[in-house]
């Protein structure tokens, strides 16, 4: 038994322009699959239907890799080919209440990312019934504690860089408007009720 690499959800060039197809196949051919490599090497009796409970109950060099997988494919599945935009649905609704206005949350959202000095990740989570967003350093992850992830953003460098090179911003910005996939959220919020 091993870990495997999860396929991307999309073809590799199902978000150009926002997103390249030379940006999503290093991202996930070269920098995701490294970490699956790497944590068959760390644990060679792990197993993708272990990864969760890997993840919660392990530490360092264990838990960076096998949280960067799980963190990653939440990543592939947080856009979408034609995504972005205001949501609708249950998100729409919570984000309102809960941030005033889909603008306010936009910013939060943003400055979170912006704010990520380093590598990681931009979330919005729902915990307790209220909707947040939080960032976390390097590979931390909210499974690690009880808010439930619903959309993530990589701010890792190699995330935009290839796309973007050094702006962002501009990456964040695109991020919600072009690629975001809010029937993602929308399932994850369902699933936390
Ligand atoms: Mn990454």
Do not use: C
Request: glycine share 8%.
């Amino acid at each position: 038994m091993a870990v495997t690499l999860p396929p991307l959800p999309y073809a590799v060039d199902a978000l150009e322009p926002f997103y390249s197809k030379e940006n999503v196949e290093l991202h996930h051919g070269k920098h995701h699959n490294a970490y699956v490599v790497k944590l068959n090497e760390l644990k060679p009796d792990a197993t993708d239907a272990g990864l969760i409970d890997l993840i919660k109950t392990s530490e360092g060099g264990i838990f960076n890799q096998a949280a960067q997988i799980w963190n990653h494919s939440f990543f592939w599945s947080s856009m979408k080919k034609a995504g972005g935009g205001k949501p609708t649905g249950a998100i729409a609704d919570a984000i309102d209440r809960d941030f005033g206005s889909y603008d306010n949350f936009r910013k939060e959202f943003i400055n979170a990312g912006m704010t990520q000095f380093g590598s990681g990740w931009a979330w919005l989570v729902v915990e307790g019934g209220k909707l947040k967003v939080v960032k976390t350093a390097n590979a931390d992850t909210p499974l690690k504690g009880t808010a439930m992830a619903l959309i993530t953003a990589d701010v890792w460098e190699h995330a935009y860089y290839p796309t973007y090179k050094n702006l962002r911003l501009k990456f964040l910005e695109v991020f919600l408007d072009s690629l975001v996939n809010w029937d993602f959220a929308n399932e994850n919020l369902a699933k936390a009720k």
